[in-house]
C-alpha cells in the first residue's frame, strides 16, 4: 500500500482547525455545561417529592435511552429552528452535548453524593450548618472526588462522540476527514488515518490529565 503523504501535508491546517472546533464543541458544550446542568438536575431526581422528582427521571431516561445520533438530528433540524428560529452545526452540536452528557453527569453526581455516609450530614447540622452548608462544605468535596473516575470516563466518551457532528456539517475533525478522503484525491487510507491519530492524542492526553488530577486529589 502506498500512502501519500503530500494528503495528510495539505489537510493540516484544517485537521488542526477541526481539533480545535472539536476540542471547544467538547469542553464548553459537554463537559462545562454537562456539568453545570448535571448537578442541578442531580438534585432534582433526589427530591423527596415525586411531582419534582418526576421531570428529571424523565430527561435521565429520555437521553440516556436514546441514540446520541438521533438527538443531534432532533435538536438541529426540528427543536432549535423551531425555538430559536435558525441554528447552526456548531449550537446544535454543543447544545445536544450539552443535554446528552448531562444526563450521565447527572447519575454519576447523584450516585456521588448517595454514597457519602448520612452521618457526615447528621453531624454537620448538630453542628448548626444549614443545608446549603452541608451540601457545600461536606458532601461536594467528598461526592466530586468519588465522581472522577466516572466523570473522567464520560468526558473521554464525549470527546469521542463528537465526531457525530460531521453529519450535519460541523466543521471538527471527523468532517475534514471526510473532505480530503472525498475530495479530488478520492483516498480514504491517509485522511481516515490523520482522523484517528488525531483522537487517539486526544483521548491519551485527557486519560493522562484525569490521571494526574486522581493522585493529586488522592482519589478512592
Known amino acids: 500500500m502506498d500512502l501519500r503523504m503530500?494528503?495528510?501535508?495539505?489537510?493540516?491546517?484544517?485537521?488542526?482547525?477541526?481539533?480545535?472546533?472539536?476540542?471547544?464543541?467538547?469542553?464548553?458544550?459537554?463537559?462545562?455545561?454537562?456539568?453545570?446542568l448535571g448537578f442541578f438536575i442531580a438534585l432534582g431526581k433526589m427530591s423527596s417529592i415525586f411531582i419534582v422528582r418526576l421531570p428529571f427521571v424523565w430527561y435521565i431516561n429520555f437521553l440516556r435511552g436514546t441514540p446520541l445520533l438521533v438527538q443531534?438530528?432532533?435538536f438541529h433540524y426540528a427543536v432549535l429552528p423551531t425555538v430559536l428560529g435558525s441554528t447552526t452545526a456548531i449550537t446544535s452540536v454543543m447544545v445536544t452535548l450539552?443535554?446528552?452528557?448531562?444526563?450521565?453527569?447527572?447519575?454519576?453526581?447523584?450516585?456521588?453524593?448517595?454514597?457519602?455516609?448520612?452521618?457526615?450530614?447528621?453531624?454537620?447540622?448538630?453542628?448548626?450548618?444549614?443545608?446549603?452548608?452541608?451540601?457545600?462544605?461536606?458532601?461536594?468535596p467528598q461526592a466530586f472526588k468519588r465522581s472522577i473516575p466516572p466523570l473522567g470516563n464520560e468526558f473521554i466518551v464525549l470527546l469521542k462522540d463528537s465526531s457525530l457532528g460531521a453529519m450535519i456539517a460541523a466543521q471538527e475533525i471527523l468532517y475534514w476527514g471526510g473532505?480530503?478522503?472525498?475530495?479530488?484525491?478520492?483516498?480514504?487510507?491517509?485522511?481516515?488515518?490523520?482522523?484517528?491519530?488525531?483522537?487517539?492524542?486526544?483521548?491519551?492526553?485527557?486519560?493522562?490529565?484525569?490521571?494526574?488530577?486522581?493522585?493529586?486529589?488522592?482519589?478512592?
Open 6 to 36: 503530500d494528503i495528510v501535508v495539505e489537510y493540516f491546517p484544517y485537521f488542526m482547525q477541526g481539533m480545535g472546533l472539536t476540542i471547544l464543541m467538547s469542553v464548553v458544550g459537554g463537559v462545562l455545561m454537562g456539568c453545570i
Open 72 to 74: 443531534l438530528f432532533l
Open 98 to 140: 450539552s443535554l446528552n452528557s448531562s444526563a450521565y453527569v447527572a447519575e454519576i453526581f447523584r450516585a456521588g453524593l448517595q454514597s457519602i455516609d448520612k452521618g457526615q450530614a447528621e453531624a454537620a447540622h448538630s453542628l448548626g450548618m444549614n443545608k446549603f452548608q452541608v451540601m457545600r462544605h461536606v458532601l461536594l
Open 179 to 220: 473532505r480530503a478522503a472525498a475530495g479530488q484525491y478520492l483516498r480514504v487510507w491517509e485522511p481516515y488515518i490523520m482522523v484517528a491519530l488525531m483522537y487517539l492524542v486526544l483521548t491519551l492526553s485527557l486519560t493522562y490529565l484525569l490521571n494526574y488530577l486522581e493522585r493529586r486529589l488522592d482519589v478512592k
